[in-house]
């Protein structure tokens, strides 16, 4: 074989393994780009997801937001009542328009100190016997309910709340 035949035959052989190499190059670079666009097309949706995801629990968040602005607006209010009644109790105690009694147990009595346990036919009271108590005592029994009941209204807001995360 002369060498020009074996030149173009080198040739020929360069070409065709040019040309498979392009060919190759062509189809794994579409490869390639089909995979960059099914990627990109993934991470679209992961962040369409998130960003769903993030706006669900901001809606929440809001929400819990404004049930708790809420139930804080009830509770104060409910506890500026109580107080104000309180007050007025107080008030009422201290200038002697209101006195405080209670009902003594005319069973448990005994000597000639017993109180009656109904009072007679010309009397104005009806029922059993009462005592009043001292406007001091009378405040501190006012101070320790109102307490108590301030201790409620705390304890229903709480309950509340606890209702509603679970």
């Known amino acids: 074989m002369s060498p ?22 062509w189809r794994y670079g579409k490869q390639l780009a089909d995979l960059n666009a099914e990627h990109q097309t993934e991470l679209t949706r992961l962040a ?32 500026t009542d109580e107080k104000t009644k309180q007050a007025l109790l107080r008030d009422r105690l201290a200038t002697a328009d209101l006195r405080l009694s209670v009902q003594l147990d005319a069973t448990a009595a005994t000597g000639c100190d017993a109180v009656q346990a109904t009072t007679g036919a010309g009397g104005v009271v009806h029922g059993a016997a ?20 301030q201790g409620l209204i705390a304890l229903r807001a709480c309950q509340s709340y606890v209702r509603l995360i679970e």
């Open 130 to 149: 009462r005592a009043q108590l001292d406007p001091a005592h009378a405040q501190r029994i006012i101070g320790i309910t109102s307490d108590g009941d």
């Open 48 to 79: 369409n997801a998130s960003s769903a995801l993030i706006l669900q629990e901001q809606d929440k968040r809001i929400a819990l937001e404004q049930w708790l602005a809420a139930s804080d607006q009830a509770h104060y209010r409910a506890l």
């Open 4 to 25: 020009a035949r074996w030149l173009s035959l080198a040739l020929l052989l360069a070409i065709v393994c040019f040309a498979t190499w392009k060919v190759d190059a």
